[in-house]
């Protein structure tokens, strides 16, 4: 059946162009793509190895350092002088990574010997210094 006009000259032209065979034509290549796609897919399965991402670097020793309240200084459980506390702190600082100091000095001692004690860990090129305090017990 022929589409109607409205003049009824069958001899005019018609200058519109019919779209739906050429929808149906675009659908149809479309269904059909979707469908081999997944067909033609060609994977090799290869067991690849599974990295960790942990870092090899191991933590180094921290060193205790202990002032008593008369101004003695322990390095872990080694009593030294100042002097040695110096070169012990030096041959610790050229350690990689370098090892944190933990200083953990008594209530009653003078402030002058921690500061002696902080700034020779200074001097030496030690970068990493905590102190350790104990909480009040009620």
Do not use: C
Not at 5 to 11: A, P
Not at 47 to 66: C, G, R, V
Not at 120 to 135: V, W
Request: proline share 7%.
């Amino acid at each position: 059946m022929a589409m109607g006009s409205l003049s009824d000259n069958d001899d005019d032209f018609n200058p519109e162009i019919n779209t739906t065979p050429l929808v149906d034509v675009m659908l149809v290549l479309l269904i059909i793509f979707i469908i081999t796609i997944p067909v033609i897919n060609h994977t090799v399965k290869i067991d690849l190895p599974h990295a960790t991402n942990e870092p090899n670097q191991s933590k180094p020793d921290n060193i205790n350092l202990s002032i008593d309240a008369q101004g003695k200084i322990f390095w872990n459980t080694d009593e030294i002088d100042m002097e040695q506390l110096k070169l012990r702190i030096t041959e610790a600082a050229k350690h990689t990574p370098q090892p944190e100091l933990h200083l953990r000095a008594e209530r009653t001692t003078q402030y002058e010997t921690v500061m002696q004690v902080m700034a020779a860990a200074q001097s030496g090129g030690l970068t990493k210094l905590g102190f350790i305090t104990d909480p009040e017990s009620k």
